[in-house]
Antibody, heavy 117, light 108 residues
C-alpha cells in the first residue's frame, strides 16, 4: 500500500527540541521530493520544509535556522529536526510527497506537536 | 511571496446542489494550481492539479477551471461525503507552495 506514516510528535517546552519521522512505503521513495506541512488547530495549511531527491533542503523564513529536514533513502524515511521551538509551532505536522511540478499528491495522517510549558 | 485568497470562507449548500468555490492569486501562477479536500481529523487529499486535471480516483462531479490569477472549483451535485474544507495551492513560484485560507462547505 502506498502510504506515509508520521511519528515523533508530543509535548515539548518552549525552547526545546523534537525530531519527527515519516516512514514511506509502496513507492520509490528516493525518486520523490518530500515535504513537511503543518496545520495549527482550526487554521489553514502552512508549508514548513522540503527536500529534493538530491538532498537539497528548502525552508520558509518562519523556520529557517531552527528546523532541519533530512532523508534516509535506504530506510525510506524522512525527518524533521525542530529546535528552539515556540508556542507558534504548535500544530499537526504532515509528511507529504511532492510531485515533479510541486503539488502534494500523497499525505500522511499527521503527528501533533504541542509546545507549551 | 504569492498570496492565495479563497472565497467565500464558508459556503452553505444543500445536498444535490452545485457548489462553486473561488481562489485568487496575487500574481499570475499560470495553470500551476491545485485543490485539496480535508475532512475533520483527516489529512488533505489532492483533488485537482494543473488547475483542471482530476487526481486519480476523484469523481467527475469535481471540476476545476481558470488560469492566471482566477480559479474555480465546482462540485456539480454535492454528496454527503463532500462536506469538508477545500484549499487551493499555487506551485508556480516554488518554494514555497502557498495555500489559500480554505473554504468550508457545510450543509444548508
Amino acid at each position: 500500500e502506498v502510504q506515509l506514516v508520521e511519528s515523533g510528535g508530543g509535548l515539548v517546552q518552549p525552547g526545546g527540541s523534537l525530531r519527527l519521522s515519516c516512514a514511506a512505503s509502496g513507492f520509490t521513495f528516493s525518486s520523490y521530493d518530500m515535504h513537511w506541512v503543518r496545520q495549527a488547530t482550526g487554521k489553514g495549511l502552512e508549508w514548513v520544509s522540503a527536500i529534493g531527491t538530491a538532498g537539497d533542503p528548502y525552508y520558509p523564513g518562519s523556520v529557517k535556522g531552527r528546523f532541519t529536514i533530512s532523508r534516509e533513502n535506504a530506510k525510506n524515511s524522512l525527518y524533521l529536526q525542530m529546535n528552539s521551538l515556540r508556542a507558534g509551532d504548535t500544530a499537526v505536522y504532515y509528511c507529504a510527497r511532492g510531485s515533479s511540478l510541486g503539488y502534494f499528491d500523497l499525505w500522511g495522517r499527521g503527528t501533533l506537536v504541542t509546545v507549551s510549558s | 511571496e504569492i498570496v492565495m485568497t479563497q472565497s467565500p470562507a464558508t459556503l452553505s449548500v444543500s445536498p444535490g446542489e452545485r457548489a462553486t468555490l473561488s481562489c485568487r492569486a496575487s500574481q499570475s501562477v499560470s495553470s500551476n494550481l491545485a485543490w485539496y479536500q480535508q475532512k475533520p481529523g483527516q489529512a488533505p487529499r489532492l483533488l485537482i492539479y494543473g488547475a483542471s486535471t482530476r487526481a486519480t480516483g476523484i469523481p467527475a462531479r469535481f471540476s476545476g477551471s481558470g488560469s492566471g490569477t482566477e480559479f474555480t472549483l465546482t462540485i456539480s451535485s454535492l454528496q454527503s461525503e463532500d462536506f469538508a474544507v477545500y484549499y487551493c495551492q499555487q506551485y508556480n513560484n516554488w518554494p514555497p507552495g502557498t495555500f489559500g485560507g480554505g473554504t468550508k462547505v457545510e450543509i444548508k
